[in-house]
């Protein structure tokens, strides 16, 4: 069979991933990124296109006679890159853009979740400010606003109390602090739980059950200070037990399947679900379209077998006949985030220690924010690298983590000490 030549889109720490363990794949030929980044680049060839450039990734794939694109990140999902693609006769792994929908529109998502009869948080949608906050006013109890819209992971404010929620109302519908994605909110019954993220690659009937990872969003120790992009994430998380991710499957991912199949618009591609534990059984909270960040990391450290099948049958809509294929039983992954992040990351400070990291066994240095400079790495980002380890157990996959963390060094470095404390605690 001939080699295949993949395009993957993106340029975090989870395109590192996907790159490094499509490479593995002895389907593969070549792999190109675009944009790619420093890390990236020592592993495939990086080519200056950005992700939001929708005519200019299809006429990458194209001069290039791509076989299979992958979309890492949601922005361009969900402003249709794979329909383009497709119209131009290139074969990709991710949602069209009205499936992309699941996570460009969260009213969208509620609405799919409550005709498919999924277990999520009541909720109401408003278009108009006032009638948002006598909503607010009536109920009188903690509620959670969330912008309808892409934001970046910022568009959601958990209220403890009237005034907060009426705050949020008023800077995303009348402020707009988000722009246009905060003039339609949600606001959700608040629910309080672990929470986990759960992935299943689909072809718009089938699906594959990947597995459930737990990441951490705060950016300090014990889940305390600003929320982040998520500072590390491991797999699997006990909390998720095997009733659950059988609940999770029957309950949520092919109902909600078979109801976008039933409109017309079937969902391809990875559909990350964000669930939240309320008494022993899934909630959800939100779908992404796409991988999750640090979740891919840690998932594909874990895969065992070639996965150029799977995302190759996912976007030419015949999962029949893959299966799973774990290998490693456990892994974690500890981002190191630059000085300032999130709010203000620094950038251009000197990244040492990376070559040390190749001597500690079973683990794998993905970068994000990261670019070359006077022949070394430098910051070029919040999330600079995420630094994922397997293990037999979830207590070596952390020994062999922290060790490689320890011999990186760059000014004003953070990263969280305590990622899987929820499994690691007994
Ligand atoms: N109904 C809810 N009850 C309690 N917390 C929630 C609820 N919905 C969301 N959250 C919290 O807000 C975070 C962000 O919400 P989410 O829906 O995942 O949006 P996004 O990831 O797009 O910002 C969740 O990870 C969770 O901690
Ligand atoms: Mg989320």
Same mark, same amino acid.
């Given at each position: 069979m001939p080699k295949k030549k993949i395009l993957v889109v993106g340029s975090g720490a989870r395109e590192h991933a996907l790159a490094w363990k499509l490479l593995q794949s002895p389907s593969v030929g070549e792999i190109v990124v675009a944009p790619g980044n420093a890390g990236i680049a020592g592993i495939a060839r990086c080519v200056p296109v950005s992700v939001d450039d929708v005519p200019g990734l299809v006429a990458l794939a194209r001069s290039e006679a791509i076989d299979l694109v992958v979309v890492g990140p949601e922005a361009p999902l969900v402003s249709g890159l794979v329909d383009a693609l497709e119209a131009a006769g290139i074969a990709a792994f991710g949602p069209r853009r009205e499936a992309a929908r699941l996570e460009g529109s969260k009213a969208f998502a509620k609405e799919i979740m409550r005709e498919a009869g999924v277990p999520t948080a009541g909720f109401a949608v408003f278009d108009d400010a006032e009638a948002a906050e006598a909503y607010v006013r009536e109920a009188g109890r903690p509620l959670v606003v969330k912008a309808d819209g892409l934001c970046a992971g910022k568009g959601v404010v958990v209220a403890k109390d009237t005034a907060e929620a009426l705050e949020a109302v008023r800077a995303m519908m009348?402020? #707009?602090?988000?722009? %246009?994605?905060?003039?339609?909110?949600?606001? =959700?019954?608040?629910?309080?739980?672990?929470?986990?993220?759960?992935?299943?690659?689909? %072809?718009?009937?089938?699906?594959?059950?990947?597995?459930?990872?737990?990441?951490?969003? /705060?950016?300090? %120790?014990?889940? /305390?200070? &600003?929320?982040?992009?998520?500072?590390?994430?491991?797999? +699997? +998380? &006990?909390?998720?037990? &095997?009733?659950?991710? #059988?609940?999770?499957?029957? #309950?949520?991912?092919? !109902?909600?399947? =078979?109801?976008? /199949?039933?409109?017309?618009? !079937?969902?391809?591609?990875?559909?990350?679900?964000?669930?939240?534990?309320? %008494?022993?059984?899934p909630q959800v909270l939100e779908f992404n379209v796409r991988f999750g960040d640090p979740e891919t990391e840690v998932l594909m450290a874990r895969w065992g077998g070639d996965v150029l099948p799977l995302f190759d049958a996912a976007a030419r809509g015949d999962l029949g006949g893959i299966a799973p294929a774990w290998d490693a039983p456990h892994a974690l992954a500890v981002v190191l985030a630059a000085h300032g992040y999130p709010t203000a990351p620094r950038k251009g400070d000197r990244i040492e220690g990376l070559e040390a990291v190749r001597e500690v066994p079973g683990v794998v240095a993905f970068h994000a924010g990261t670019r070359a400079s006077g022949g070394g790495l430098e910051t070029a980002g919040g999330r600079v690298l995420t630094v994922t380890a397997i293990g037999a157990s979830l207590e070596e996959a952390a020994e062999r983590a922290y060790l490689a963390c320890d011999r990186i060094r760059f000014d004003g470095m953070q990263l969280r000490r305590d990622i899987g404390w929820q499994a690691r605690r007994s």
């Open positions: 009348r402020e #707009r602090v988000h722009g %246009d994605a905060g003039a339609r909110v949600v606001i =959700e019954e608040c629910l309080v739980g672990p929470e986990v993220s759960y992935h299943v690659v689909c %072809d718009g009937t089938r699906y594959v059950p990947l597995a459930a990872a737990q990441d951490h969003k /705060r950016l300090l %120790d014990g889940d /305390r200070g &600003p929320n982040t992009g998520g500072m590390g994430a491991y797999s +699997p +998380p &006990p909390v998720v037990t &095997p009733e659950i991710e #059988r609940a999770i499957l029957s #309950r949520v991912v092919e !109902p909600v399947l =078979e109801t976008m /199949r039933a409109r017309g618009t !079937p969902f391809r591609g990875a559909l990350f679900v964000g669930v939240m534990v309320v %008494d022993g059984a």
